[in-house]
């Protein structure tokens, strides 16, 4: 089970962080997504980390702003988002795929296996 938090309401220019708490399963031996769907808008992939979290990778639109990691002491996965812009709006997802062995990324949301209930992130002034 995921359970994503952390999401609210910030203005422009601001920053939060999301978690992703798993339950059930040791999330070391799976990769983690994080994606997010705008309201009349498809699901978009944000980012994605390996299973030893030596891979990540980000969309072109939240590079350099948005940064994935992982303890997985804590069983967690988290998405500093920092410049929020308004079109960053959103319900944002986590997502979990295996349990693996590799240390591929995953960028097709069909790939996982397990997703939390969503977090909403409203960017506005």
């Known amino acids: 089970q995921l359970q994503a938090s952390g999401g609210g309401l910030v203005q422009p220019g601001g920053s939060l962080r999301l978690s992703c708490a798993a339950s059930?399963?040791?999330?070391?031996?799976?990769?983690f997504g994080w994606f997010r769907q705008a309201p009349g808008k498809e699901r978009e992939g944000v980012s994605y980390?390996?299973?030893?979290?030596?891979?990540?990778l980000y969309a072109d639109s939240v590079k350099d702003r948005f940064t994935i990691s992982r303890d997985n002491a804590k069983n967690s996965v988290y998405l500093q988002m920092n410049n929020l812009k308004p079109e960053d709006t959103a319900v944002y997802y986590c997502?979990?795929?295996?349990?693996?062995?590799?240390?591929?990324?995953?960028?097709?949301?069909?790939?996982?296996?397990?997703w939390g209930q969503g977090t909403l992130v409203t960017v506005s002034s």
């Open positions: 059930g399963f040791s999330m070391g031996y799976f990769a």
């Open positions: 997502a979990a795929k295996g349990p693996l062995y590799g240390s591929r990324l995953y960028e097709n949301p069909r790939d996982y296996d397990y």
């Open positions: 980390i390996s299973r030893v979290g030596g891979s990540k």
